[in-house]
């Protein structure tokens, strides 16, 4: 039996895992800590299911090549393998400059993949050119966090603290299905008399079990926000002293805001002005108020400016630092947030440290053994990234490790034709993903039953998986595969294969950066249930606690306020109009993870394929029948699937699940300014019966 935790989403649920003959067994596994001592263990349908992979034959064991002419795979040695991918990429360097290898990581990495990720970039490649998936997932509430508190964690207080609060308003957060045993938080603080709050186009599981629902128009959730704050101030009920003493900037936030009165919020938003109000009403007499987001207030081309208008309101109501209170983001990703810290992202070196900045370049390039000025500078984010592979001025080869982007990037068809523009795609993963069957080289990896790592889950915590079984034959670690192909390119520094190894240089790294790891090992992850970050060394030897709880006495900034930041709403990307006369929003069903590559491969888990939701009203305008085909169509393209008839959507909205491809031939490529993030919650659409002859007289398949 090996304590260990789920290979999927950012609550990383403990678990125990036995071999019991070929199979896995899996059991849920307590996480007691300090900071959440009635943890009694519970896993989500994923978790329980999650032993589906061992010894499944949809597992990838031996390097593939293909042949481009003739589409053949042919089987080849780890060697043959490594010495093809490395040579390719040397030549294209050669032939044209650094910058033309390119490599995509993921959050579902370890700290130690996506560290150790980053510096093959930087220093085995040389290459500027590095994203990852996580510009799909939290980067506006990062961009949102950065700028108000001048740090990035996505709760800045352990979970289980929402129990003891007396609101918790989730925006945009279905974790009745996204993270099911995280719900046992509110149905607790319920029984205490506390109340739940929904914002949401759809009545969800999560909003089931809500107090209050409201249901906006997708993309308006700015709106909403600054309505809020015009009645909050409005009733009298801002927190002038804190405002005064914790934060800078109130004045130009409220005079915003008084402009959004609620007849005017009601009509951009669909919100009742008398809802409006009793919500304002419910936060201003309560005391401990906890606000959430997840992606569906952030995966808009607004998301930064939307987190930044919830967290004005949190502000205003002097929640953050306050005990049981405060702002918080709900990270998706298994290492949603230690995946941003380490060096996967294009403007960043371990420890969340900026690649621009002179004193970090130094600091890093010292612990690697290389010269700061070998460092490239900041690459662009994902979808620049990807848009750009295959171009005149692009990168000519990709290495993804960890993420589907023909299933789960936006506007995928196009970037679907930038992959098979590279002169080289690589990918390493488990299965032959939709990405791994583009590929010129797949290289088959480990998977996390198979393998040791730190993840840093959702409240921050630094956690433990421990490897359980021993790997099929013929696979490696990530871990490997990136040491031996920076060996081949005649790397400088040391590239360790071993977790504890690479997390010890980690730290090293990590040690005086804004996510500082340095106190923190794997013994006293197992011993203490986990570190929340950031958990220096100290001078005196004794060890440091780690910070379950920030921004009591102060927040990051160099002045120690909190910033109100300004913000305007302009609305959606693109608005509706007569042609395209239907909001379509898009996200996720509880039986699939993300891409779907692991979970569609699991026999346990229902493969349903792609559906889509729409409300009774709208499917009695188009004349479509519940279970009936409908297309949806966008300016980017068109999916044909079950219509699924509820009245829990709105009626101006139609949902499509992400897990199949499909959802993202239809979504839109507008991205937040700041975040990089891409605006997948809403884009206009047109529904109709499959096979209708549309306007512009072209039949529809
Ligand atoms: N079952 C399952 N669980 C998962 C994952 C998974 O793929 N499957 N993935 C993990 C990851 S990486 C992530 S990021 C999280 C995501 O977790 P969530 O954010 O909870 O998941 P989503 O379904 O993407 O979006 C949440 C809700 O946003 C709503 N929504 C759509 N548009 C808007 C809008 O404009 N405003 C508001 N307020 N709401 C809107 C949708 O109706 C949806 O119910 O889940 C994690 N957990
Ligand atoms: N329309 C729409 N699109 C979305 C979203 C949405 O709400 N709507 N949500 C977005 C969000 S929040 C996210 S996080 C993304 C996620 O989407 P993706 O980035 O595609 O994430 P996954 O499906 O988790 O892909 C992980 C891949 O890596 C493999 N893998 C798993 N573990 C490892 C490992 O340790 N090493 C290696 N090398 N490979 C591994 C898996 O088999 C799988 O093929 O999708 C985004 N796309
Ligand atoms: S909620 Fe997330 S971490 Fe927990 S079992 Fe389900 S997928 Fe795994
Ligand atoms: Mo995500």
Same mark, same amino acid.
């Given at each position: 039996?090996?304590?260990?935790?789920?290979?999927?989403?950012?609550?990383?649920?403990?678990?125990?895992?036995?071999?019991?003959?070929?199979?896995?067994?899996?059991?849920?596994?307590?996480?007691?800590?300090?900071?959440?001592?009635?943890?009694?263990? +519970?896993?989500?349908?994923?978790?329980?299911?999650?032993?589906?992979?061992?010894?499944?034959?949809?597992?990838?064991?031996?390097?593939?090549?293909?042949?481009?002419?003739?589409?053949?795979? /042919?089987?080849?040695?780890?060697?043959?393998?490594?010495?093809?991918?490395?040579?390719?990429?040397?030549?294209?360097?050669?032939?044209?400059?650094?910058?033309?290898?390119?490599?995509?990581?993921?959050?579902?990495?370890?700290?130690?993949?996506?560290?150790?990720?980053?510096?093959?970039?930087?220093?085995?490649?040389?290459?500027?050119?590095?994203?990852?998936?996580?510009?799909?997932?939290?980067?506006?509430?990062?961009?949102?966090?950065?700028?108000?508190?001048?740090?990035?964690?996505?709760?800045?207080?352990?979970?289980?603290?929402?129990?003891?609060?007396?609101?918790?308003?989730?925006?945009?957060?279905?974790?009745?299905?996204?993270?099911?045993?995280?719900?046992?938080?509110?149905?607790?603080?319920?029984?205490?008399?506390?109340?739940?709050?929904?914002?949401?186009?759809?009545?969800?599981?999560?909003?089931?079990?809500?107090?209050?629902?409201?249901?906006?128009?997708?993309?308006?959730?700015?709106?909403? +926000?600054?309505?809020?704050?015009?009645?909050?101030?409005?009733?009298?009920?801002?927190?002038?002293?804190?405002?005064? /003493?914790?934060?800078?900037?109130?004045?130009?936030?409220? /005079?915003?805001?008084?402009?959004?009165?609620?007849?005017?919020?009601?009509?951009?938003?669909?919100?009742?002005?008398?809802?409006?109000?009793?919500?304002?009403?419910?936060?201003? =007499?309560?005391?401990?108020?906890?606000?959430?987001?997840?992606?569906?207030?952030?995966?808009?081309?607004?998301?930064?400016?939307?987190?930044?208008?919830?967290?004005?309101?949190?502000?205003?109501?002097?929640?953050?630092?306050?005990?049981?209170?405060?702002?918080?983001?709900?990270?998706? #990703?298994?290492?949603?947030?230690?995946?941003?810290?380490?060096? $996967?992202?294009?403007?960043?070196?371990?420890?969340?440290?900026?690649?621009?900045?002179?004193?970090?370049?130094?600091?890093?390039?010292?612990?690697? %053994? &290389?010269?700061?000025? =070998?460092?490239?500078?900041?690459?662009?984010?994902?979808?620049?990234?990807?848009?750009?592979?295959?171009?005149?001025?692009?990168?000519? /080869?990709?290495?993804?490790?960890?993420?589907?982007?023909?299933?789960?990037?936006?506007?995928?068809?196009?970037?679907?034709?930038?992959? *098979?523009?590279?002169?080289?795609?690589?990918?390493?993963?488990?299965?032959?993903?939709?990405?791994?069957?583009?590929?010129?080289?797949?290289?088959?990896?480990?998977?996390?039953?198979?393998?040791?790592?730190?993840?840093?889950?959702?409240?921050?915590?630094?956690?433990?998986?421990? $490897?359980?079984?021993?790997?099929?034959?013929?696979?490696?670690?990530?871990?490997?595969?990136?040491?031996?192909?920076?060996?081949?390119?005649?790397?400088?520094?040391?590239?360790?294969?071993?977790?504890?190894?690479?997390?010890?240089?980690?730290?090293?790294?990590?040690?005086?950066?804004?996510?500082?790891?340095?106190?923190?090992?794997?013994?006293?992850?197992?011993?203490?249930?986990?570190?929340?970050?950031?958990?220096?060394?100290?001078?005196?030897?004794?060890?440091?606690?780690?910070?379950?709880?920030?921004?009591?006495?102060?927040? +990051?900034?160099?002045?120690?306020?909190?910033?109100?930041?300004?913000?305007?709403?302009?609305?959606?990307?693109?608005?509706?109009?007569?042609?395209?006369?239907?909001?379509?929003?898009?996200?996720?069903?509880?039986?699939?993870? $993300?891409?779907?590559? #692991?979970?569609?491969?699991?026999?346990?888990?229902?493969?349903?394929?792609?559906?889509? *939701?729409?409300?009774?009203?709208?499917?009695?305008?188009? %004349?479509? *029948?519940?279970?009936?085909?409908?297309?949806?169509?966008?300016?980017?393209?068109?999916?044909?699937?079950?219509?699924?008839? &509820?009245?829990?959507?709105?009626?101006?909205?139609?949902?499509?699940?992400?897990?199949?491809?499909?959802?993202?031939?239809?979504?839109?490529?507008?991205?937040?300014?700041?975040?990089?993030?891409?605006?997948?919650?809403?884009?206009?659409?047109?529904?109709?019966?499959?096979?209708?002859?549309?306007? =512009?007289?072209?039949?529809?398949?």
């Amino acid at each position: 039996m090996v304590d260990t935790h789920c290979p999927y989403c950012s609550l990383q649920c403990g678990m125990t895992l036995a071999r019991k003959g070929p199979a896995l067994e899996v059991q849920p596994r307590p996480q007691r800590n300090a900071h959440s001592p009635d943890d009694e263990g +519970a896993l989500c349908r994923k978790g329980w299911t999650a032993g589906g992979l061992r010894g499944s034959r949809e597992r990838l064991t031996t390097p593939l090549v293909r042949d481009r002419a003739s589409g053949e795979w /042919s089987a080849v040695d780890w060697d043959e393998a490594l010495d093809l991918v490395a040579s390719r990429l040397a030549a294209i360097r050669v032939a044209h400059g650094a910058d033309a290898n390119a490599v995509f990581g993921g959050g579902g990495l370890t700290n130690e993949k996506a560290y150790l990720l980053g510096k093959l970039a930087r220093v085995a490649l040389g290459t500027a050119m590095i994203d990852y998936n996580g510009r799909w997932c939290m980067s506006s509430a990062a961009s949102a966090g950065n700028q108000a508190f001048g740090i990035d964690r996505g709760l800045p207080f352990p979970l289980a603290d929402v129990e003891q609060a007396d609101v918790v308003v989730l925006v945009g957060s279905n974790l009745a299905e996204t993270m099911p045993p995280a719900a046992r938080h509110l149905d607790r603080l319920r029984s205490r008399g506390g109340r739940v709050v929904v914002v949401d186009p759809r009545r969800t599981p999560t909003a089931e079990r809500a107090d209050v629902f409201v249901q906006p128009v997708p993309g308006t959730d700015l709106a909403l +926000a600054l309505g809020l704050l015009h009645l909050v101030d409005a009733a009298g009920a801002v927190d002038e002293e804190y405002v005064a /003493s914790r934060t800078s900037g109130f004045e130009t936030v409220r /005079s915003t805001a008084a402009a959004w009165w609620p007849e005017r919020v009601e009509r951009v938003t669909g919100v009742g002005a008398g809802e409006l109000r009793s919500l304002a009403t419910l936060l201003t =007499s309560s005391r401990r108020v906890v606000v959430l987001t997840a992606r569906g207030a952030e995966q808009h081309a607004d998301g930064t400016a939307t987190v930044l208008a919830w967290i004005n309101l949190a502000l205003a109501l002097g929640l953050p630092g306050r005990p049981y209170a405060g702002y918080g983001c709900l990270t998706g #990703q298994g290492n949603g947030q230690g995946g941003r810290e380490h060096g $996967q992202k294009a403007d960043q070196l371990p420890g969340y440290r900026m690649i621009d900045d002179p004193v970090a370049r130094e600091h890093v390039a010292a612990v690697w %053994g &290389v010269p700061p000025a =070998s460092l490239p500078g900041k690459g662009v984010s994902a979808y620049e990234l990807l848009s750009a592979l295959g171009t005149p001025d692009g990168p000519r /080869s990709l290495l993804v490790f960890g993420s589907n982007p023909v299933v789960s990037a936006p506007r995928a068809t196009a970037v679907t034709e930038r992959l *098979e523009a590279l002169d080289l795609l690589v990918v390493c993963d488990l299965v032959m993903s939709e990405t791994a069957a583009l590929a010129d080289v797949v290289l088959p990896v480990t998977q996390w039953a198979e393998e040791t790592g730190t993840m840093t889950n959702l409240e921050g915590r630094v956690i433990l998986r421990q $490897q359980a079984v021993t790997p099929p034959a013929g696979v490696r670690s990530d871990l490997e595969v990136i040491a031996g192909l920076a060996n081949r390119l005649g790397a400088p520094s040391a590239w360790p294969t071993d977790p504890e190894e690479v997390f010890t240089e980690l730290r090293a790294a990590s040690a005086g950066g804004r996510a500082d790891y340095s106190g923190i090992s794997y013994d006293r992850i197992r011993d203490e249930g986990g570190l929340f970050w950031p958990c220096p060394t100290t001078a005196d030897g004794v060890e440091h606690p780690g910070t379950p709880r920030m921004f009591a006495d102060s927040f +990051a900034a160099t002045d120690g306020r909190a910033r109100f930041v300004p913000v305007s709403y302009d609305g959606p990307a693109e608005p509706l109009d007569d042609a395209f006369d239907v909001h379509l929003t898009t996200g996720r069903v509880l039986a699939q993870y $993300q891409s779907g590559a #692991q979970t569609r491969r699991i026999r346990e888990l229902p493969d349903t394929g792609p559906f889509v *939701e729409l409300h009774p009203l709208l499917a009695a305008r188009i %004349g479509v *029948e519940d279970g009936r085909p409908v297309t949806v169509t966008t300016r980017r393209g068109a999916l044909t699937a079950p219509a699924r008839v &509820v009245g829990s959507i709105r009626s101006d909205t139609v949902f499509v699940p992400f897990h199949w491809v499909g959802a993202n031939r239809l979504t839109s490529d507008a991205l937040d300014p700041v975040s990089g993030m891409p605006e997948f919650k809403v884009c206009a659409c047109r529904v109709r019966p499959a096979g209708e002859v549309t306007p =512009s007289g072209a039949a529809r398949r």
